[in-house]
């Protein structure tokens, strides 16, 4: 009896071992990961931070368990044999080790990409993919003067420095604006005005939102250039032009713009006429404008004063 109590206790402690030696192996890097981020918000002022899953929605990778069904008959096989106790507990701590680092090579947070954006620059926790501790990707950090600008291309937000990419990092759909946000608090500069999109990351509703939200905003903007546009005896005609009913999102060649014209108060004729596009959709990728906040603001009101500049030259060049 206590010969089989003492062969119990040594595989308990092998098992344990084994789970121990698995997890620091595979399952460390949440706690290693989380460790570095504090580091970083204690010594650096931090804008944006988020964690996404890199894994393809709407696919589901199914697992092999052919490895844990061998590993468990082959074990079971040592107990029901009776092979002697030292290889019943070598049996046990091998068994115990791989079971553990499959479960933890299969964790969703080997699929996920921390990034932060601070003051001093970029920060980048890439994918794990299943590594052990030894080959896990280190932590890279882009500082703003190596960065000239950003753009946003299908679900990576690619920053450029003197003609080639110096960093890309994937953003999740619901922080589409946040980051965008945060960025330009940054004082990080856009290199281009629209967003590259596959269509399947943007929702037909929230876009109907976003082209009311900017045609109020632009409604806004119209009302601080009132006393112009009397002085000038125009009147302004506003609002978002679409070329295709529907599902704009996913026909070809859909459009969206917001039109401006301007028009003279006597005759009822058209001066001049403003387009500042909202969206241009090529089938499954769509170019969305991808300003927001007090950047878009600034955008359309010098849009709107470009627009007023216009109208003034015709103005002369009538009177002349």
Known sequence: MTEVLAIWKALFIAGVLGYLIGTAAFGLLPFRRNRMKRKIFTSEHVGFASDVNTELVGYRIGKNYWGVVLWTIAFLAFLLIGVESELLVIGCFVYMGALTCYYH???????????LLTDRGVWLFPENLGRPFWKQGPALFTAWDEIIGYKI???????????????????????YVRV???????????????????SAQVDE????????????LGWDLLDLFHDELQLMNLRPEFGVMRNMPGDRLFDEQARSWLQLNLIDGDSGERIVGGVFP???STGSVGYLLGTSGQELIDRLQEWIKMT?????????????
Do not use: C
Request: no cysteine.
């Open 308 to 320: 007023m500049r216009d109208a003034q030259k015709a103005r002369e060049v009538v009177v002349s």
């Open 278 to 280: 909202l969206w241009h």
């Open 180 to 198: 965008k946000e945060a960025l330009y608090e940054l004082g990080v500069d856009r290199l281009e005005l629209t967003d590259r999109l596959w």
């Open 153 to 175: 291309d299908g679900s990576f937000i690619q920053f450029s420095g003197e003609g080639d990419a110096v960093a890309q990092v994937e953003y999740r759909a619901a922080d």
């Open 205 to 216: 509703e929230r876009f109907y939102a976003a082209e009311d939200e900017v045609n109020d």
């Open 105 to 115: 090579r299969g964790r969703p947070f080997q699929n996920v990409q921390s990034y």
